[in-house]
C-alpha cells in the first residue's frame, strides 16, 4: 500500500485537496468499528477508501476494500482520481494551523514511527489544557513544508507512558525519540523544556531529522529477529481478523514452547 501507492509523488500531491486519516483498528473499539464500516467482508487489519464530505463511498472498487489497488490500477490512475473527487468538493481554507496529527498514544505512537521508519516527537504536560497548547505550538512547525510527512507525532501525560524510553528529563515539553526497529524501545534524541520551545524547537526538528537514517527492513526479516528477540506485540484490543489471530496465537505459542 505505501509503497505502491501512498508514497509515490503524484499521490502525495493529490493527497494535499484530502483530509488524510490513518486508523490504528486493533488499540480502539471505535476505531475497529469504523474500519468494519469501510470495507467488504471480514473485519482485517486493513482498509482503505476515499470518502465523501458527508462520509459516504467517493468511489468504490471490486474488492473488499482493503488496500488502493482494490480502486485503482497504479499511483498514477489514482493521483487522477483524487484529482476527479477533490474537483466536486472545492475546499475552503480554514483560519488557524490544523491540529498536531497525534496518535492514540505515546505506544502506539512510536510503533507507527519504527514501522514508518521516522522519528517521534513526543509532546508531554500533565494538564490536558496544556498539554493542547503545547501540541499547538508543535503544530505550527509540523505542517509547515520542511517538516510535512518526515516525523510522527504522540502526546502524553507523563513520560512514563513510553516505558521502554530512559533518559527523559522533562516533565512538561518535547522529546525526539529515535525509536528501535520494533518501535518498542528507543533513544532520546533532543527534548526541550516547553519554555524554550519557541526559540529552539525548529531547529532541533531540523537536527533530528537531518541525523535520522532510515533502516533497511523486510517483513522476513522482522519476523525471523522478532523470534529471536521475544518480541511480541499486545494489541489494545484483540485482534478480529481470523487469519491473522491464528497467525498470533501460534507464534506467541511458539515463543513460549521456546522460553521452556
Known sequence: MDRRFL???????????????????????????FVASLKRGEVANTAFA?????????????????????????AAAMAKGMGEIAAK????????????PVNLSAKVGLVVAASDLQPLLLVVADNPARRQELESMVAKQAWSGEFEGRITY?????????????????NEGVVLIEPDIFGLSGKVVAEL????????????????????????????????R????GVFYETGIPVSGTGEARDRARYKKQLEEKGK
Open 154 to 170: 504522540a502526546s502524553a501525560a507523563k513520560p512514563d507512558e513510553l516505558p521502554g524510553i530512559r533518559g527523559i528529563g522533562v
Open 193 to 224: 523544556p516547553s519554555a524554550e520551545l519557541e526559540t529552539k524547537l525548529a531547529k532541533a526538528m531540523r537536527e533530528t531529522v537531518a541525523a535520522h537514517v532510515k533502516p533497511e527492513k523486510t517483513r522476513r526479516q522482522m519476523a525471523q
Open 89 to 100: 468538493y472545492p475546499g475552503k481554507k480554514a483560519p488557524g494551523v490544523p491540529a498536531l
Open 50 to 74: 476515499l470518502l465523501a464530505p458527508d462520509g459516504s463511498h467517493a468511489v468504490r472498487g471490486r474488492g473488499p476494500g482493503r488496500g488502493p489497488r482494490d480502486l485503482y490500477q497504479d
Open 7 to 33: 508514497s509515490q509523488p503524484e499521490v502525495i500531491a493529490a493527497s494535499r485537496e484530502f483530509v488524510c486519516i490513518r486508523l490504528i483498528s486493533y488499540e480502539s473499539e471505535a476505531e475497529k468499528a
Open 226 to 229: 522478532g523470534f529471536q528477540e
